[in-house]
Structure formats: structure tokens, C-alpha cells
């Protein structure tokens, strides 16, 4: 998946005895200083690919061309003003890249909503920009979001008050709106010809796939029903659709804490008619429920009238394909990993994506790129190794595959290699600061353990070179839940800071193990999908004990002086942590965490229905248990707590509450806020208050020489 109080930071400096010096130190700015690649695209033609860079909270729109592919700057943004760029895609003919500024695209709600993270007293807009491959001035093209290119190049759809609008791609002319249908529209979706837009039309309880062809024809509602219909997706044609089909709202109220299916099914329709006929469903079982991984369905129309998809169905995140006219699905992928950041190449023969898998027993908590046929299961494992790579795309004439790749010791950059296999070339290696210790960085060590229901846990452990012969200990957890840790530069930008900041806390003397705890991707549906965890048992909270009990077997560990610490859904383990095991963790860092269910998202208050939730009772009581709140009295051991509050993934108010619950407690507590970022710490100087805050006061609880 998926920021606060303004208190003086002090600086980190540390006096290690004659028995604890680090000949190798570094600040944790030199470490945070890393150039972070995102928005990895390429054009339907030609060789050419973008991406945007985040270099110590500059974020820039980069381009490169085959057959060199030398990188090359194209947009000038030189402050750190936490306007982050997304959506980025260049157009078909290779002639424009267009791109969004501003938001937070990876929030919960009000994800477009602008960033004012220098409290400017004129807030910035989220806005839809272009410019040309060749170089330019960017040029405003309207205040928007999620633009979509049109195959003829000449113009952008995007999203605007929820509803569709269009401007020519140069700017020529002002936006103006497409139509205007009730409900909320998105899921823009150009015909191949570019004369036609498909979209989704939510309207809270059911959603319709709809078809706009211009102002003066009606718009086609493909096979309305009181489902939600979801990712549409055109046949190259362009005279058919592809859409996903879930449940639509209501029914009478079920049990909050019994596991469910839930269907999905997939349709195809006549695009000029809308009538559709059901291609494929789902099984009835927990795994067949819809994917909840990166891309969802992740549903395409492929070449040779395949439609591919993924399906968790098998226990694994894997890739399908089936004939568009019906037919048995063929298994694309077959081995026990998960596939995700999926993309279809241009020429539709392909898809290439990220997988933990390959020769190397390690590569379950490893990214490579792989590719299989859309229409034959012949997966291949393009970059195997010990280094990671992820996001794939082909290039438009399908010579060349774009990929971010990194190792445990170099921070992720973009790469290229030859679709028919060859030495990946690595771009923009210069534009890793002189003072980035990439040769003092450590390579984690996979450790494995086990918790006491038997669930086998992975982590990956950062043991410090030197110091002590006992060393104080920190766990890490992970937000999502649905994330994996990896034994390398994560491609998460927000992990990506996690592991630089356990490497800098490794480089200080603390041995540090970074927990992929059950809820957690990368291995297999009933370690992602597992009874009562969260809110209905927190069963996930045992592997984060079974770590710490790990910890304390290791001989060159204080068994005394393990800390805990983490954000979002790390926040509300760490919390959980100290509130339950005080006598196990001396110290904790809880970054934006949950600590009561009920307010962040189940609310299971009284209701004047007849109909009653039938566990509503036993519901209420488990999400409280399964709380912080609900054991702040055993709470005895010292916390820092971060927040941010215009945070749009975890309300401040969550943080607030324990706050005043802590401080009737009379549990030692300290607190930094940190006015107008959010989840994501969008400027680079918030970031590194948060994780030097960190690091002082684990230092300060537990770096102290023993009495």
C-alpha cells in the first residue's frame, strides 16, 4: 500500500566507546540522497521510453532513445516542493510526453487533490502537462487528472470534477468537457483509431462500462446491469470490449468476521450494440476472489484473439490467457511466485512483468523480469541474478526492454537491455551523488523463522560489520499490509526510503531484521490472505513477535535492547508491539499508524435496520482487541510518534487519540508532527527529519552504555 509536530531534531551525533567505532559512518542525507526512477514508459513506435526521477525531492521527466539510449533531461523543476509527477506516457507518434504535477497518487482519498508542503500562501493545482521529446517549455494543458493519449497523438482525455474532458495535445486550444454522465467517470480508454472512448461510470452502488464516440451520439451503456463493471479494455479491432464484472452494493448484512468470495467475472461485448456474453468466471473458492495485487485483473486483449488476465485461483498471482470466443484458460505461469507490474508489449504478443522467481533459491524475495507469449506457456526469467529488476515495458519497434533494476548496494535505475536477451545497460549512473555510500552499504542476509501456528516468515537481516559483541536490535515492519521487503533496494519509492533508513541504523551500530510478515505478498494466497489478521484477530502480530523472539537467540544480540519500528500499517504493529510486549520491546518509532479499527474503517455502530449484522456483537469486541488501544494499560516501554497531517491514508486523528491515551498513561512519549505533507512524505527534507528523528532516539534508548 500504501508527518508530524514541529519539534527541535537533534542531530545524530553518536559517541561509541573504543568497542563500538564504525570505520565506514555515513549520514543518513548521504544515503537518502539516491536519484528514485518512477513512470517507466515507452511509445507504441520507435525506441523511445520517459521516466520521471525524484532526486532529493526534485522530481524531472527524463527521455532516451534507442539504439544508445542516453538520458536526457526535459523538464527544469529544481526545488523540493513535494509536487510529485505521474501519469506520465508519451505519445504513439514519439513526439510528445505528457505527464501530471501534483496530488498524492498514492493516498486513499483526496489522491488529486494538491500538496502545499511549503505552506504557500498560493497552494499549487494538480495539472496536466506536455512537452516535447525533442525539448522544449512544458506547457499547461489544463488542471486535471489521469490523462490519457489518443492513438492518432493528436489528443489528451483526462479526468476533471468526475467527468471526461479533452485538449489538443500542443495546447492549441482551451479543455473543454467530452459529455457529461452521472456519476463519477474514469478508466479512460482510447480505441485503437482514436475515434472512440471507453470508460467506467461509477455510481456508488453499480458502475457501467460506457462508449462515447462524440457530441452528437448517444452513449452506448455496455450491457447494463446492477453489477460494477470494471476495466475495460478494447479488441484491436476496436469493435469489441473486454470488461471485468464484480458484485454490485447491498444484499442483507453478513458477517464481518467470516472470510468470503468474492466473484468476478469477465465479458465480452459489441461496442456498437453493448450487448455482452460472460467469456470466463471466476472459481467459487477464497483464492478465485477478485486480485488484489498491483494491476488487478490486469486484463488485456491480446494478439491472436487471446483475452489474458490474473487470477489468484491456484494460490498464486498468476497470468492466464483464454480465447476471446470462449474456451478453456491456459495457465501462463505455472511456478509457486507471484507476477505483477504486468504489461502487454505494443505489438499485443507479449507480457512482460516482475516476478519473484528464478534459478536462485533466494529470488522469492528478489524482483526479475520475466516474459511469456500471450498464447503459449513458455515463461522466461530475462535477468536472473542477484540483483533485482521490475516495471517492464518493450519499446514500440519491440528491440529493446525497459526496465528499473538495482542490487543490495546501488540504488535503482533505469535499464535497458535487447529484447532478445543480451547486457542490460544501466542509464543515469552518473547522477548518483559523489557522497552516496554505495560501497559501505551491507547486503542483508535472508533469514527465515517460524511463528508459533507454524507459518514460516522471511526477513532479511542487516548485521553491522563491527562494533560491540552485543549490539542493541531493531525490527522493521513493513505498511500495506500487501508489500514485500526484498534483499535490495526496494521499487517502492516509500520502501526505498525504509531501506535506506535500515541501512543507515545498521550502519550505526544496530542489527536490524526487516519482517515480511503474513499479509504480506510474495508467497502464495494463504500467507496474503490469512484467518483473523488485522482487524478481525491480528494474527500477523505473531509473526512480528516470533522475529523479536528470534532476535533474542542470537548471540550477538542484547536481548534487552530490541526496539521496533515502522509506518502505516508498520505504524500499527509497532503499536501493538509496545502495547502488548513492553517487557519484549524496549523502544518503539510509530510512523502514521492505525491504532483503532473502528474509526479508521470498520464501523460496526448500532443501526435502526431490523436486519442486523449477525456478528456485529463479537465483531466490535475482536476489532477493538485487535487495536492498540485496546492494551495501552501494559504500555510501559518509551515511543517516538511521527505524523504528518494532511496524511490521506491513515487519518492524523488515529495518532491524536493515542496521543491523549498515552499521555493518561503516563507512557514516556515523543512526538513530531509535520504540517502539511502526507503519507508519502512528498519533500525530501520531511523525509529525512523523519528518519533522523528516528535514529536519535533509538540511539538515545538504546545505545546507552549499560549501569
Known amino acids: 500500500m500504501k508527518k508530524h509536530f514541529l519539534l527541535p531534531l537533534l542531530a545524530v551525533v553518536l559517541c561509541f ?29 520507435g525506441s523511445r521510453i520517459a521516466w520521471a526521477f525524484n532526486e532529493q525531492g526534485k522530481r524531472n521527466v527524463y527521455v532516451a532513445q534507442g539504439p544508445d539510449f542516453t538520458p536526457r533531461k526535459l523538464t527544469s523543476y529544481n526545488d523540493d516542493t513535494g509536487q510529485e509527477l505521474t501519469s506520465l506516457s508519451i505519445s504513439d507518434d514519439g513526439q510528445w510526453v505528457v505527464y501530471v504535477r501534483g496530488g498524492d497518487h498514492g493516498s486513499n482519498w483526496d489522491d488529486d487533490v494538491p500538496v502545499n508542503t511549503t505552506a504557500s500562501p498560493i497552494p499549487p493545482k494538480v495539472q496536466i502537462w506536455g512537452i516535447p521529446f525533442a525539448g522544449g517549455e512544458p506547457k499547461l494543458l489544463a488542471d486535471g487528472d489521469e490523462p490519457v493519449i489518443s492513438p492518432k497523438s493528436d489528443r489528451v482525455a483526462f479526468i476533471k470534477g468526475g467527468q471526461i474532458w479533452a485538449v489538443p495535445i500542443n495546447g492549441s486550444s482551451a479543455a473543454k468537457a467530452l459529455f ?10 482510447w480505441s485503437p483509431d482514436g475515434s472512440k472512448l471507453a470508460f ?57 468476521l467470516a472470510r468470503k468470495h468474492q466473484p468476478w467475472s469477465i465479458w465480452t461485448a459489441d461496442a456498437t450494440s453493448g450487448s455482452a456474453t460472460q467469456l470466463w468466471k471466476a472459481p467459487k473458492t477464497l483464492a478465485g476472489s477478485v486480485p488484489t495485487t498491483h494491476g488487478g485483473f490486469n486484463l488485456h486483449w491480446a494478439a491472436n484473439d487471446r483475452i489474458v488476465y490474473l487470477s489468484y485461483q491456484d494460490g498464486w498471482p498468476h497470468l492466464y490467457s483464454v480465447p476471446a470466443t470462449g474456451g478453456s484458460p491456459l495457465l501462463l505461469t505455472s511456478a509457486p511466485f507471484m507476477a505483477e507490474h504486468i ?36 515463461m522466461e526469467v530475462l535477468t536472473p541474478g542477484n540483483g533485482l529488476e521490475w516495471m517492464p515495458v518493450v519499446t514500440g519497434d519491440g528491440s529493446a526492454v525497459a526496465m528499473i533494476s538495482a542490487t543490495a548496494q546501488r540504488p535503482p535505475l533505469p535499464t535497458v537491455m535487447a529484447f532478445s536477451k543480451g547486457t542490460p545497460k544501466v542509464l543515469g549512473q552518473n547522477l548518483i551523488p559523489g557522497n552516496f555510500p554505495q560501497n559501505q552499504l551491507i547486503t542483508p542476509k535472508q533469514v527465515t523463522f517460524k ?42 519509492d516509500y520502501y526505498a526510503n525504509a531501506y535506506a533508513l535500515n541501512q543507515y541504523l545498521a550502519s ?80 518503539g518509532v510509530d510512523i502514521h499508524g492505525v491504532h483503532d479499527w473502528s474509526q479508521q474503517r470498520y464501523g460496526i455502530g448500532p443501526s435502526d435496520r431490523v436486519e442486523k449484522i449477525p456478528d456485529a456483537e463479537q465483531a466490535a469486541k475482536v476489532v477493538y482487541e485487535s487495536s492498540p488501544i485496546s492494551s495501552v494499560s501494559t504500555w510501559t516501554s518509551p515511543v517516538l510518534i511521527i505524523h504528518g497531517d494532511d496524511d490521506r491514508n491513515v487519518r492524523f486523528s488515529q495518532s491524536t487519540d493515542l496521543v491523549r491515551r498515552l499521555d493518561a498513561q503516563g507512557v514516556p512519549m515523543e512526538t513530531l508532527v509535520i504540517p502539511d505533507d502526507t503519507h508519502h512524505w512528498m519533500k525530501h527534507t520531511n523525509a529525512l527529519k523523519m528518519g533522523n528523528a528516528t535514529a536519535d532516539f533509538f540511539t538515545r534508548k538504546l545505545m546507552k ?3
Open 17 to 45: 566507546s573504543s568497542n563500538r567505532t564504525f570505520a565506514q559512518a555515513f549520514t543518513f542525507e548521504a544515503v537518502k540522497g539516491y536519484p528514485f526512477p518512477t513512470e517507466l514508459t515507452s511509445s507504441a513506435q
Open 343 to 378: 504489461t502487454l508489449s505494443h505489438d499485443r504478443k507479449w507480457l512482460v512483468f516482475s516476478g519473484n522467481t528464478g534459478p536462485d533459491k533466494l529470488d522469492i524475495d528478489r524482483r526479475h523480469v520475466v516474459r511469456v507469449p500471450v498464447d503459449k506457456a513458455a
Open 705 to 707: 552504555p549499560r549501569q
Open 180 to 189: 457529461n454522465a452521472r456519476g463519477t467517470n474514469g478508466s479512460i480508454e
Open 200 to 256: 467506467v461510470c461509477d455510481r456508488k452502488d453499480h458502475a457501467f462500462v460506457g462508449v462515447f464516440t462524440n457530441e452528437t451520439t448517444p452513449i452506448t451503456w455496455i450491457a447494463p446491469s446492477f453489477s460494477r463493471d470494471r476495466s475495460p479494455k478494447w479488441s484491436p479491432d476496436g469493435k469489441k470490449i473486454v470488461f471485468a464484472r464484480t458484485q454490485g452494493a447491498g444484499g442483507a448484512p453478513d458477517s464481518v
Open 451 to 492: 511463528s508459533p501456528d507454524g507459518m514460516t516468515v522471511h526477513g532479511q537481516l542487516f548485521e553491522p560489520t563491527a562494533g560491540a559483541a552485543k549490539k542493541p536490535a531493531l525490527i522493521y515492519v513493513h505498511g500495506g499490509p500487501p508489500r514485500q521487503m526484498l534483499l535490495g533496494w526496494n521499487y517502492s
Open 508 to 587: 550505526q551500530g544496530f542489527v536490524v531484521l526487516s519482517v515480511n510478515y503474513r499479509l504480506g505478498i510474495g508467497y502464495g494466497y494463504d500467507f496474503h490472505q490469512p484467518a483473523n489478521g488485522g482487524a478481525t484477530g491480528a494474527s500477523e502480530y505473531q509473526d512480528v513477535r516470533a522475529a523479536a523472539v528470534w532476535l533474542t537467540e542470537q548471540p550477538q544480540v542484547d536481548a534487552a535492547k530490541i526496539g521496533i519500528y515502522g509506518g502505516s500499517y508498520g505504524g500499527y504493529l509497532t503499536a501493538l508491539a509496545l502495547a502488548r510486549d513492553s517487557k519484549l520491546f524496549a523502544a
